[in-house]
T-cell receptor, first 114, second 114 residues
């Protein structure tokens, strides 16, 4: 069964600290993996998209890694800010990459405290 | 990129009534997608709205409960019919432009049924 599992479910960190969110998936065949940020009351916004051949991709203070062999991805947030408080969703796209094949994780809820 | 305007942003409705959610995109797209996000859960695809043809529903979702319109390439509506408290969720529309891996989401409609 195609699944995307994220950990931890929730996380509280102090402003300025780093953190790493994890994503494991069993989706096969694999097309790409995406990380989205969803602020409360808003729709998800894309942070990164990685294909099979990409190991790491950065977007400002966000760095995503992908190990397609072990089917694991991580999202590292550096020097966290209060505005980083949100849910982070890992999404894996199956064969063909069409949106109809998107498998969503439940997300990690990050709270950054001053 | 695509900018999606979704409304209403939130509503509180009486059970047994219906609510129509609108989604407007700033560019023409072939397919639009409707998702439900229940509290603490991942996004679940309800249906794919195709211009000029009937919407394609995912398992567990039926047209009588979630009728969809797609009158042109920039607009779609989702109606939640005969609502019950179990329909309380966030509903999101999304688009995926042909040839692009990126998916864009509206800001969501937070529905509470009382």
């Amino acid at each position: 069964k195609n699944q995307v599992e994220q950990s931890p479910q929730s996380l509280i960190i102090l402003e300025g600290k780093n953190c790493t969110l994890q994503c494991n998936y069993t989706v096969s065949p694999f097309s790409n993996l995406r990380w989205y940020k969803q602020d409360t009351g808003r729709g998800p916004v894309s942070l990164t998209i990685m294909t099979f051949s990409e190991n790491t991709k950065s977007n400002g203070r966000y760095t995503a890694t992908l190990d397609a062999d072990t089917k694991q991805s991580s999202l590292h947030i550096t020097a966290s800010q209060l505005s980083d408080s949100a849910s982070y969703i890992c999404v894996v796209s199956g064969y063909g990459g069409s949106q109809g094949n998107l498998i969503f994780g439940k997300g990690t809820k990050l709270s950054v405290k001053p | 990129s695509a900018v999606i305007s979704q409304k209403p942003s939130r509503d509180i409705c009486q059970r047994g009534t219906s609510l129509t959610i609108q989604c407007q995109v700033d560019s023409q797209v072939t397919m639009m997608f409707w998702y439900r996000q229940q509290p603490g859960q991942s996004l679940t695809l309800i249906a794919t709205a195709n211009q000029g043809s009937e919407a394609t529903y995912e398992s567990g979702f039926v047209i009588d409960k979630f009728p969809i319109s797609r009158p042109n390439l920039t607009f779609s509506t989702l109606t939640v019919s005969n609502m019950s408290p179990e329909d309380s969720s966030i509903y999101l529309c999304s688009v995926h432009q042909t040839g692009a891996a990126e998916a864009f989401f509206g800001q969501g409609t937070r529905l509470t049924v009382v």
